[in-house]
Structure formats: C-alpha cells, structure tokens
C-alpha cells in the first residue's frame, strides 16, 4: 500500500481571500482547496448606482488576496476590484494580490486605429494605482499584457485542466483546431500535450464580432476536431469555424474548448443551434442561467489550479510547475 501523502500545513495567521460579486462561488471554491475562510467584505449599491464597500475584519500586516474576475456587467466589477483594493490598502494590508480569473479589456491591448485607447494598459495602470502589489491572472487574452504592469505577474493557463479532460475523453482520431492565425500558439501547445496533429482556420475579420472564414489549413477530414481558444464571445466564429470543418473539411464531428465563457448576446442560442458535439469551458466566469441549462456547455473548475498559485506565492515557492 502506497503511503499517504502528507498534508502541508500552510501559514494561515496572514492569508486572507475576498472577493466581489463577481464570481463568489469561484472565491469559495478556492477557500475550501485552500482550507480558509472567505474574508468578510460587505459590497452593496446605493440608490445612484455607487458601490459602498466595507472589508468587516482585521487585515493589518495580512497577506491578502482578491478573487474578480472583470466580467460582465466589466465597468461594475472592475470598480468592485479597484475600490476593495483601495479600502484593503488603507486598512494596512501587508501585501495584495489582485486574482483576476478573467481580465476584462484585454482585447484592446494595441493602437491598430486612430485615435483608440491601449484599454488592457489602463486597466493595468488603474490596478496599479488602487494599490495592487501583485497580479495572478488566468489565460490573458494576449500575453504581452504582462508587460503593461510594473508589478510582478504570475500568468497561469487552465491548459492542464482542459488537457486532462479530453486525455479522458479518448476522442480517437483527434484533431485540434485553431479557429484563427492569433491562436495557433495555443492551440499548438494543446496539440503537443495531446500527441495530435494541428489544423488551421484562416479567417477574414471585416469588422468587430463578426467573422468570415475563408479556408481550412491542415487534414481535418473523417477525424474529429477539437478547437481551442481562450474566451467565446458571440460564437459566431465558433459556429462558423464548426460548419466549416463538418462542411468543407468533412470532418467527423467538433468540439470546442475555451477558459473563458463570456457567451454574450445570442452566444448560447448560436451554440444550441449548431452541430458542435460540446463546448468545455472553466468557472473563471459564472455561466449565464440560460448557458446552465445547456446540455452541450460542460464547466470544468479552476479552483484547485489557483489555490495552489496562491499557496505558491504565500509561501514564496515557486508557481511554475503549474504551468506544465
């Protein structure tokens, strides 16, 4: 018989975890792996709409961690972040941590117009300013945007948890699918971990949310494809890259896969109507109601993967065997 494990006894007299309302469940499932408590925080709305906010317990010298991702409604929740940090500075918090599950405006992290604003940089500096002494961030949309913080960045992928998913799945005759030039990369590494060729969707963008495929790179024929990216918005390259598989690569069926569910408009709706076998996605962002009773979206948890990033950078080890 193999010896138990033994349990490793963190240092809890400084940790703290709070969180918004942006995801709580998320923030509770990460206390439970970390065996804490939620930090009491009150985060109510007056009448005009401003958010009160009040941390209800002892934080002086703390090392504390915040659990928001910047979903829907963004603006909300980013101020949620932004004044809780703030209130946790001035209560002399020893050390704050921002864990941003889903970072909101990272779409917009260059100049490719006129006269357009680098977001993902504003926001970075508006973390940086509330006090943020250190970012944890989930699958960032570019990963240059690490770069747009003067603060030290720890960027963890929720590839490990996605990869033993369809490890168990056994799909035979795997083929995994970029839906884009912009993430070959990613879709590469998927590939890579599950010994499967990679295959291509060239598209052409005319304008924002909306996509025209033009042709397929790669064998995708009789095989099963599976594609990878880091968020769906309105599916509608989701849906379109699906059709063209089945349709002009004769692909035997496709699934999909992405960290972030940010399903807004008629993301579901699209979903439920096309021939995607399922869609896997992560808990970073809490599933619309609608999206939960979807039989074809399934949600895999994030929360073991940073409970253990947290422990790492409490502790002061090392975050990156989570990145393998």
Not at 40 to 58: C, H, K, M, P
Not at 180 to 186: F, I, L, M, P, Y
Not at 255 to 279: D, K, P, Q, Y
Not at 290 to 297: C, N, T
Request: net charge negative; charged share 25%.
């Amino acid at each position: 018989m193999a010896a138990a494990k033994p349990v490793r006894k963190m240092n809890f007299d400084r940790l703290r975890v709070f969180t918004g309302n942006a995801n709580p469940d998320l923030a509770e499932e990460i206390c439970a792996e970390l065996g804490t408590a939620l930090g009491a925080a009150s985060v109510r709305t007056f009448q005009d709409g401003e958010i009160y906010l009040q941390i209800q317990e002892n934080v002086r010298g703390a090392d504390v961690f915040v659990v928001q991702p910047t979903c829907t409604p963004v603006d909300r929740h980013l101020m949620e972040l932004l004044l809780m940090i703030d209130a946790l500075k001035r209560a002399s918090a020893d050390r704050i941590t921002a864990v941003l599950p889903y970072y909101g405006y990272a779409r917009q992290d260059r100049k490719d117009k006129p006269r357009v604003p680098i977001s993902a940089k504003l926001v970075a500096s508006l973390l940086e300013t509330a006090g943020a002494n250190r970012i944890l961030a989930l699958d960032l949309h570019a990963a240059p945007i690490q770069g747009f913080f003067d603060v030290p960045v720890d960027h963890l992928f929720a590839t490990p948890v996605m990869i033993d998913y369809w490890t168990e799945a056994g799909l035979p005759d795997l083929t995994v699918v970029s839906p884009d030039a912009g993430g070959v990369e990613r879709a590469r590494a998927f590939a890579k971990r599950l010994n499967a060729p990679l295959a291509i969707i060239d598209k052409r963008r005319e304008e924002a949310n909306v996509a025209d495929v033009m042709h397929i790179i790669g064998e995708v024929e009789g095989r099963h494809c599976l594609m990878v990216d880091d968020m769906i918005d309105t599916a509608g390259t989701l849906v379109k890259g699906a059709h063209a598989l089945l349709e002009q690569g004769g692909a035997a069926s496709v699934s999909a896969c992405a960290t972030h569910a940010v399903l807004s408009g008629s993301a579901v709706e699209r979903i439920e109507s096309s021939r995607l076998r399922e869609v896997i996605f992560t808990n970073s962002i809490p599933l619309r109601q609608e999206a939960r009773r979807s039989e074809r979206l399934k949600v895999l948890s994030v929360a073991p993967l940073l409970a253990r990033a947290i422990e790492s950078i409490h502790e002061e080890t090392s975050v990156s065997t989570l990145f393998v």
